[in-house]
């Protein structure tokens, strides 16, 4: 159980009866998926991104899926002048941030524009939030904070440190978020760290729709079933794994997004008693995957060939990274439920209705 004193003066103006929610980055990948599921839990979602790297079009599908329209912003959360815009005309509960960059590559190659855009962009927001006191914030960060050293599976205790910008922008914010509770502890903020999101809504209208040849493992597999691409590059066949190659926590992304929504439910649920403070929390299934174990589900469940080749290790992976769900469990009441063979078929589904994504 979680033994943090909870601060008993919440002042912070959210009153429980308010369901309304911004999401930053809403069109984006989780992001969308993520509003589908607040709008199902009975939340009110108002979208807010700058379309760097998403579609209008996802957002309309998600719409419709939702069966309820969205109201939508296209702004920059750089944009201080029209974030207070945007809250000057929303009552809003909380705010759930996705929007921010998330190529680990290329922040290698731009750390100036990765750290202007997650760390700055965040704090510009929670500035914002600030002055119109919404102090309840859930935010996107990833495994990838944790310590390279760290073994598997990994529980939220485990240390922190980062070897690429990306990686130090979603540290850093998480830093900023530990400080700021502790100077004002009508905050309740979540940091979520997710593990490998993967898959799309059953539906197949709205899923992972990467620019360019996807870095990632599974949109790589899907685009190759489908023939947008050649075969897959196995980084790696001798890794100290189960077949000698790299094994991830892969989680469906309809998990995930639930997983937020419980977040947020926690939030609320304190909102009564006080504040939460700062919480760290995996969002994982706990279990470890291979490639080529990916691979072969991916084939059974979608009776697709996915023709692949063992090539060298990609430099900066690591052997196996899979998380502890124990903490998400035990506190959010919540816990992946959707399986490997739901991933691959959902990917599967979303890649083969858009061979082109959402262009
Ligand atoms: C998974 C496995 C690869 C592609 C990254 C980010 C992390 C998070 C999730 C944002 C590894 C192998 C991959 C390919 C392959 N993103 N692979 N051929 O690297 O675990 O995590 O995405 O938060 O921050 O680092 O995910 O999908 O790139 O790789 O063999 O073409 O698949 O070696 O073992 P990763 P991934």
Avoid at 29 to 35: K, M, Q, V
Avoid at 238 to 254: E, S
Wanted: charged share 20%; glycine share 8%.
């Amino acid at each position: 159980m979680n033994n943090k004193t909870i601060n008993t003066s919440n002042q912070n103006s959210n009153n429980n009866n308010n369901n309304k929610i911004l999401v930053t980055g809403g069109v984006g990948y989780i992001g969308s998926h993520t509003c589908i599921e607040l709008i199902a839990a009975g939340y009110d979602v108002v979208v807010y991104d700058n379309l760097s790297n998403s579609n209008l079009e996802a957002l309309k599908r998600t719409e419709q899926i939702a069966g309820k329209s969205i109201p939508f912003i296209e702004g920059d959360v750089l944009d201080k002048q029209l974030l207070h815009q945007v809250f000057d005309e929303h009552d809003f509960f909380g705010v759930i941030h996705f929007a921010g960059l998330k190529a680990v590559g290329e922040s290698v190659a731009e750390p100036l524009k990765y750290y202007k855009n997650n760390v700055t962009g965040t704090l510009e927001l929670l500035e914002v939030m600030q002055a119109h006191n919404v102090k309840n914030f859930v935010f996107s960060s990833s495994a990838t904070v944790y310590a390279e050293e760290e073994t598997s599976p990994i529980d939220e205790s485990a240390g922190r440190s980062c070897t690429s910008p990306y990686g130090q922008s979603k540290l850093m914010v998480e830093y900023i978020l530990e400080d700021l509770v502790v100077s004002d502890p009508e905050w309740s903020t979540v940091s979520l760290r997710y593990f490998n999101p993967v898959g799309a809504h059953p539906s197949g209208m709205i899923g992972e729709d990467p620019r360019g040849v996807p870095n990632n493992l599974m949109p790589y597999i899907s685009q190759v079933a489908v023939g947008k691409l050649d075969k897959l590059k196995i980084f790696g066949s001798d890794y100290k794994t189960i077949d000698g190659t790299g094994v991830r926590d892969y989680i469906h992304v309809v998990d995930l997004a639930r997983g937020h929504v419980a977040a947020l439910n926690l939030i609320k649920k304190h909102t009564n008693i006080g504040s939460l403070g700062f919480e760290a929390i995996n969002l994982g299934t706990g279990k470890g995957t291979s490639v080529l174990q990916l691979v072969k589900a991916f084939e059974i469940s979608t009776q697709q060939v996915v023709r692949f080749q063992l090539t060298e290790r990609r430099p900066g992976d690591i052997d196996a990274y899979y998380g502890n769900a124990e903490k998400a469990r035990q506190l959010l009441g919540w816990q992946a439920e959707l399986t490997i063979v739901d991933m691959c078929k959902d990917s599967w589904h979303w890649q083969s209705l858009n061979p082109n994504g959402y262009r």
